[in-house]
């Protein structure tokens, strides 16, 4: 059974028994407990829609999948990868909640936190650039999910800024864990309840057989080029490009195809512009390193100057985001 449910989310209803005694039943959300609304977004297996749960009138927005097309078209592990990756990572404000999984004849339902505020792409070609406390801001809320993500054993592989969405008070909210990848629980490091092993031998290159998966051109590491294996440090590759991206306005490795796009990442082939922020000019060339293993741990990163003055943990989702500039 391909759509087997497991861990299904449900609610409590009130009912009565034969007797007439009020009795709390458990049941599973389903299609008919949301009126649907507008449309957020739409990809090549999924639309995104504005949904209201019809008993409590919370918006949600709800990732709805083809389950023919999904079928047609091998994605049937992706789908499920998706579903398993956001189901280790329901408790941080920087990623979207997953609440309800269900199903009918025709679709299936990803019932996902709404980020109303849109891509964190759409705001920066608005905006061109940000300055250097937009970027510091909007970096440190998507480098505390990284290290939530990673904590929990969950590899994103395909950071950039438009599977970074913001909601109301314009905080930041990661998405499309499609093509995660899991890790095996024991080397994830989160409670480090799970024995020995905490060394976390996965924060370098970790090994693992190769995997066709190649994210997006302009952010792909070079070790997914090269030896086709992605591992924690590769996100962190791209939370560079990003924060590159963020200040110049482009990303660093960009050509006319992807072909050409891979060959400047295996060369380190990039420039700052002229008047870049030296702080951050730092931190990124710490990043964009080519050995995964040589790239800047998430510690170091968050001590890094270039976030001086930041709150890391709670504190950071309880701040006033800066006004774009
Ligand atoms: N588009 C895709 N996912 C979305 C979400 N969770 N909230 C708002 N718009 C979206």
Redo the contacts with the bound molecule.
């Keep these: 059974e391909e759509w087997k449910e497991r861990g299904a989310a449900v609610a409590t209803r009130q009912e009565v028994d034969q007797n007439g005694r009020p009795v709390s039943k458990i049941v599973k959300k389903g299609v008919n407990d949301f009126h649907f609304g507008r449309t957020?977004?739409e990809g090549s297996y999924s639309t995104?829609l504005a949904a209201t749960d019809r008993q409590i009138h919370r918006e949600y927005?709800v990732?709805v999948l083809d389950k023919r097309h999904i079928i047609k078209e091998k994605k049937v592990k992706y789908v499920n990868i998706e579903k398993d990756a956001l189901n280790r990572l329901t408790e941080h404000p920087g990623i979207?909640r997953l609440y309800y999984t269900f199903q009918d004849e025709r679709s299936l339902y990803f019932v996902?936190?709404?980020?109303?505020g849109g891509e964190l792409l759409g705001h920066l070609k608005k905006m061109g650039t940000f300055d250097e406390e937009c970027t510091r801001f909007y970096g440190a809320q998507m480098l505390d999910s990284i290290a939530y993500m990673h904590s929990k054993g969950i590899i994103h592989r395909d950071l950039k800024p438009e599977n970074v969405?913001l909601d109301e008070q314009m905080h930041t909210k990661i998405?499309d864990f499609g093509t995660a990848k899991i890790l095996d629980i024991r080397s994830a490091g989160g409670t480090g309840t799970d024995g020995p092993g905490s060394g976390d031998p996965m924060d370098g290159a970790e090994q693992e057989r190769a995997v066709s998966f190649v994210g997006t051109a302009e952010y792909v590491s070079p070790e997914l080029l090269t030896d086709k294996n992605a591992c924690k440090a590769s996100d962190l590759w791209a939370f560079g490009c990003i924060l590159y991206q963020l200040l110049a306005g482009r990303p660093p490795f960009k050509a006319s195809n992807e072909y050409q796009t891979f060959q400047k990442i295996v060369a380190l082939d990039y420039r700052f512009p002229d008047n870049f922020p030296a702080v951050a000019k730092d931190l990124i060339e710490r990043l964009l390193v080519l050995d995964p293993s040589k790239r800047l741990p998430i510690e170091h990163i968050k001590a890094h100057s270039f976030f001086e003055g930041i709150q890391w943990g709670k504190g950071l989702w309880k701040q006033k985001a800066p006004r774009l500039r």
Excluded at 112 to 116: E, R, T, W
């Design positions: 957020l977004g995104v927005a990732k979207v996902l936190d709404l980020a109303n969405l998405t």
